[in-house]
């Protein structure tokens, strides 16, 4: 389609970095690929984080890998930028100098 899409991620791996380099690997591809990236990037970035993480948890439990990650995406859809995230990675926003909260981590003493 027309529409100009920017995707960026971080991920921080808890453990060892299985975890971490598959959710960068398979991620994105999830994002991508799921139906509703058009209509609803911000549903497709959340069914891709359960998918990736149902994913790994597949292939952990078959190779007794014993890793997990934090991560954060953006994708940025034309002029809306979409964020999603798990655990405590955070992504901050500077605009005209100035810090812009986009989020609020997952954090233990977090209700």
Same mark, same amino acid.
């Given at each position: 389609? =027309?529409?100009?899409? $920017? +995707?960026? $991620?971080?991920?921080?791996?808890?453990?060892?970095?299985? %975890?971490?380099? +598959?959710? %960068?690997?398979?991620?994105?591809?999830?994002?991508?690929?799921?139906? !509703?990236?058009? @209509?609803?990037?911000?549903? %497709?970035? *959340?069914?891709?984080?359960?998918?990736? =993480?149902?994913?790994?948890?597949? @292939? $952990? *439990?078959? !190779?007794?890998?014993?890793?997990?990650?934090?991560?954060?995406?953006?994708?940025?859809?034309?002029? @809306?930028?979409?964020? $999603?995230?798990?655990?405590?990675?955070?992504? #901050?926003?500077?605009?005209?100098? *100035?810090?812009?909260?986009? #989020?609020?981590?997952? *954090?233990? !003493?977090?209700?």
């Amino acid at each position: 389609d =027309d529409i100009d899409r $920017a +995707y960026f $991620a971080v991920f921080d791996g808890h453990g060892g970095v299985d %975890a971490a380099n +598959y959710s %960068a690997t398979h991620l994105h591809v999830n994002v991508g690929l799921h139906e !509703e990236i058009v @209509k609803n990037p911000a549903e %497709a970035l *959340k069914c891709s984080f359960q998918k990736t =993480d149902e994913m790994f948890l597949f @292939k $952990a *439990k078959r !190779e007794k890998l014993r890793s997990g990650t934090t991560g954060v995406s953006a994708l940025i859809v034309g002029n @809306k930028l979409h964020i $999603a995230w798990l655990g405590d990675s955070q992504v #901050m926003l500077v605009q005209r100098g *100035k810090a812009v909260t986009l #989020m609020e981590p997952h *954090k233990p !003493e977090r209700e």
